[in-house]
C-alpha cells in the first residue's frame, strides 16, 4: 500500500502527527471491528485499517514515498498494534444456584491498560524543537476555541523511548475481580458475555477507553433425581399400584431440601404431582411424575382393596 493511499484508507492529511494518526487508527478500529460492526465488508475493511497503519508507521509504502521532510527520522516508528483478543473464562455452580439465579465473584487475568504510558507503550521525550517546546505540535486558542496542528518547524517530529513498564506493549497483566448475575433457569454449558470486561484494545480519540468482551462459560453441575425443562424442575417418585389406587404420601426431594406431597386416589402412571414455586426464581413449578410399579400377581392387591 502507497503512503498516500494509507492516509486516505485513515481519513487523514499527508503529515498528521503519530499522535493523532493513532487515535484516529483507534477510532476507526472502534468502529468497524467485526464484534461491533455487522457490516459484512467490516472484515475486509479492518484489514486495510490495519495496513494503512503499519504503513504509516514504517513511514514507507510500496512507492517508497516521505512526506516526514529532510533527514533519516521517523515520527511514526514503533510498532505498536494493540491486539483484539476476547478472554474465556469458566464457572461452576451448583443445581439450585441453576434454577434460581445467583451472584458470583469471578477472579481472572487480562491485559490491562498501561498506566505509565496510557496504553501508548512509548513515553514521549523533547525533540528538541523551540518552537513547539518539543512537543511536535502547536496549540491555539481563537476565541475560546482550542485547534491543535503540526508544528511546522519540526513537522511534527516524535522523539519517544519505549516504556519501560509495559516494554512497549501499551498493556500489563492484571488480576480482576467481578461480580457476575448468573441469570435463574441458566443450563448447562451455557455462555454469558460480560461486555467490554476483556483486554485492553485502545481508545477512542485518546478519551474513552476501550476493552474486549469476555465470555463466562458456565457449568452446571447436575442433582440426582432432578433436572431441569422450561421453568419447572422434573423429578420421579416411584410407588406401587397398591399406593396408586388408595392414595398415600411420599417424601420427595427438591432444591429446598426434602417435602412430602400426597398422592391422590387412583392415581394413573406418569401423572403428576405438582409442587408450586419449586422451579425457576420460584415462579415456576416442580412436576413430579408418578412411576407405578405393576406388579405380576394382583389377587394380593384385589384383597388389601377389599379390607
Keep these: 500500500m502507497k503512503l498516500s493511499e494509507a492516509y486516505q484508507e485513515l481519513e ?16 476507526l478500529v472502534a468502529k468497524w471491528h467485526p464484534d461491533q460492526n455487522k457490516d459484512p465488508s467490516a472484515e475486509d475493511k479492518i484489514k486495510k485499517i490495519n495496513e494503512a497503519y503499519n504503513c504509516i508507521k514504517d513511514g514507507k509504502g510500496n512507492d517508497r514515498e516521505s512526506n516526514f521532510g529532510q533527514g533519516s527520522w521517523n515520527p511514526f516508528h514503533r510498532q505498536q498494534v494493540i491486539q483484539l483478543e476476547h478472554i474465556e473464562v469458566s464457572l461452576s455452580i ?5 434454577i434460581l439465579g445467583c451472584k458470583r465473584d469471578l477472579k481472572y487475568s487480562r491485559q490491562a491498560k ?3 504510558c496510557e496504553g501508548a507503550g512509548e513515553m514521549k521525550l523533547d525533540n528538541g524543537c523551540k518552537r513547539c517546546q518539543g512537543k511536535g505540535q502547536i496549540t491555539h486558542n481563537n476565541r475560546g476555541m482550542i485547534f491543535v496542528s503540526t508544528c ?6 516524535s522523539n519517544t523511548q519505549e516504556c519501560t513498564i509495559c516494554s512497549g506493549e501499551g498493556t500489563i497483566k492484571a488480576d480482576v475481580t467481578i461480580n457476575v448475575s448468573v441469570p435463574a433457569g441458566i443450563t448447562n454449558n451455557a455462555t454469558l458475555r460480560l461486555q467490554s470486561m ?11 477507553d476501550q476493552y474486549t468482551d469476555a465470555f463466562c462459560h458456565v457449568a452446571v453441575a447436575p442433582e440426582e433425581g432432578l433436572s431441569l425443562s422450561g421453568k419447572d424442575v422434573i ?6 399400584l397398591l399406593e396408586a389406587l388408595k392414595g398415600c ?9 426434602q417435602k412430602e406431597i400426597v398422592i391422590p386416589q387412583m392415581s394413573k402412571h406418569k401423572e403428576e404431582v405438582i409442587i408450586p414455586h419449586h422451579g425457576v426464581e420460584g415462579t415456576g413449578s416442580q412436576r413430579v411424575i408418578l412411576e407405578v410399579s405393576y406388579p405380576n400377581d394382583v389377587s394380593a392387591i384385589l384383597t388389601a382393596l377389599e379390607n
Design 235 to 240: 423429578s420421579t417418585a416411584q410407588i406401587s
Design 249 to 257: 404420601t411420599k417424601t420427595t426431594k427438591t432444591i429446598f431440601g
Design 152 to 157: 511546522p518547524e519540526c513537522q511534527g517530529r
Design 12 to 27: 487523514l492529511p499527508q503529515g498528521t502527527s503519530s499522535e493523532d494518526a493513532k487515535k484516529q487508527y483507534r477510532k
Design 94 to 98: 451448583n443445581f439450585k444456584d441453576a
Design 114 to 116: 498501561c498506566v505509565k
Design 198 to 208: 476483556g483486554n485492553y484494545a485502545g481508545s477512542v480519540m485518546g478519551l474513552m
